[in-house]
């Protein structure tokens, strides 16, 4: 059994997930200039570094949280990627898209907060 999750270590899995959304930044970035350009070559690069790190930092995630946990917290990337086209792209923003990443966020905290009350039937 893994150890007890904190809120700490939920924020830590949130910033990976975020991580792993800005290589979708990158990929549209480069998507936004001649193929085979330097600024194409960069953004890309910049892609292939992001998932190179997020995928060592998932690995320490999932030794960290059950893998059902670590899974359900990777739908949170729809709130980080509707974050970044809001602040970097200025994308227009939905009532639609609102519901449903509040849908996934509720999903997500339930998720987790029953993991909590697992540990706690299991320690008594």
Request: charged residues 15%.
């Amino acid at each position: 059994m893994k150890k007890k999750i904190t809120l700490k270590d939920i924020l830590i899995l949130q910033a990976v997930i975020a991580i792993y959304t800005l290589s979708t930044v990158m990929a549209k970035l480069a998507s936004g200039h001649p193929t085979l350009s330097l600024n194409f070559f960069l953004f890309y690069g910049a892609e292939l570094v992001i998932l190179a790190i997020y995928a060592l930092l998932w690995q320490q995630m999932i030794k960290k949280f059950e893998l059902s946990i670590a899974y359900t917290n990777r739908a949170m990337a729809l709130l980080w990627s509707l974050i970044w086209a809001a602040v970097i792209f200025h994308d227009k923003i939905t009532l639609k898209n609102i519901i449903g990443v509040a849908l996934v966020i509720t999903g997500t905290i339930i998720v987790n907060g029953g993991q909590q009350k697992e540990e706690l039937y299991d320690e008594a």
